[in-house]
């Protein structure tokens, strides 16, 4: 499972203890520090580091048996240096790139790279994987571009008889929609988390958020008419109005928003109003007579019979549900409750 920028805000540790208890064989990460705070945790399976590393956090893979990407022959050389130095055998994947042009190799460049990794003494090659650039959208053509690039790939390795290890090329939407690309891993992160990684991808049973986000009403007000709400003076009412103050604002990971979004309150979408704070924000509960002082809100997440979203609150940046979920602030505790 991929619990990178705090597993996507979930609480890294808490998240792979439960993913290792739930029989997940290896972890990734994007960071050197993530993964340290990993085995610090004293998690030890194996954790796979996306991207690219300076000559001293190859130092700390090699001394933290960390699995990380060697793509170009300086590093490939410099690593096998380190390790046969230290008398050591470095664990490394290579990355293809496949379109996304992003990191690793470019797919019709690999040969060399490759026929100098499976070179190497002290570098065991144990693992080659591509990434895509858009699973989990309807149209698949660059998907299946990037998969018979890669596939390319794994037959020259094949042919030339280099064992290149475990083979992975797909996240969350990959996984989903194109099975022939699954190899012999996945690398999924958002859908583990219960969050499909788009509205269009397929749906299988079982996918439910795991997080949830609440705070409660800390006041309660009666708007006259002609009263402003909020910095900037944004909303105005027209005629009475109750409202709720929430202390919650985007200092705590919601979006900054005028007049935009709901939260749930006593099962009900109450309306932001006004521009929301960095620790407050107004919302209207005129139609919710039952809404008392220190009633639970909720704003991502089921109250009743209703349900908002991670892709909600992102339209209301115009962004991913991926942000929204990585987004909320450490002043948000994280409370864990155990699935039933
Ligand atoms: C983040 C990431 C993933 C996980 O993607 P999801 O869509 O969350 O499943 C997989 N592979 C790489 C290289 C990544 O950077």
Redesign the pocket.
């Known amino acids: 499972m991929?619990v990178?920028?705090l597993a996507?805000g979930h609480g890294a540790i808490p998240v792979a203890q439960h993913a290792v208890k739930a029989g997940c064989k290896r972890l990734?990460v994007?960071t050197m520090d993530e993964a340290i705070g990993l085995r610090d945790a004293g998690i030890k399976v194996p954790i796979l580091i996306?991207?690219e590393r300076t000559t001293e956090e190859l130092k700390y893979c090699l001394k933290e048996s960390l699995t990380c990407f060697v793509n170009d022959a300086a590093t490939i050389k410099a690593y096998d240096k380190l390790a046969s130095q230290e008398n050591l055998r470095a664990i490394v994947h290579l990355?293809i790139d496949s379109g996304l042009s992003?990191?690793g190799v470019r797919w019709s460049e690999a040969k060399a790279v490759i026929q100098l990794l499976a070179d190497q003494k002290n570098l065991l090659f144990t693992g080659i994987?591509s990434?895509f650039a858009m699973?989990?959208e309807l149209d698949k053509t660059f998907a299946n571009e990037q998969l018979r690039r890669f596939n390319e790939v794994l037959a020259w390795i094949t042919g030339n008889n280099i064992t290149a290890g475990c083979r992975?090329m797909?996240?969350?939407?990959?996984?989903l929609d194109l099975p022939q690309a699954h190899f012999d891993m996945?690398?999924?992160?958002?859908?583990?988390?219960g969050v499909y990684?788009s509205q269009v991808c397929r749906r299988i049973q079982g996918i439910e958020p795991i997080m949830s986000v609440k705070t409660k009403v800390a006041a309660i007000r009666v708007l006259q008419p002609g009263d402003t709400v909020g910095y900037g003076m944004r909303y105005e009412a027209t005629e009475t109005r109750r409202i709720a103050v929430l202390p919650v604002g985007y200092g705590d990971g919601y979006p900054r928003v005028r007049n935009a979004g709901h939260v749930l309150i006593c099962g009900k979408r109450a309306p932001i109003i006004g521009g929301n704070a960095m620790d407050a924000m107004m919302v209207d509960i005129t139609d919710i007579p039952q809404a008392q002082v220190w009633d639970i809100v909720t704003l991502l997440g089921k109250q009743g019979n209703d349900e908002i979203n991670a892709h909600e609150i992102a339209k209301l940046k115009g962004s991913v549900s991926?942000d929204i979920l990585a987004g909320w602030r450490s002043r948000l505790p994280r409370i864990y409750k155990d699935s039933p």
Not at 186 to 193: A, D, E, K, Q, S
């Open positions: 991929v990178k920028d996507y990734a994007a996306f991207g990355e992003r990191y994987m990434h699973s989990d992975h797909c996240n969350s939407g990959g996984f996945v690398r999924t992160g958002i859908l583990p988390l990684p991926y």
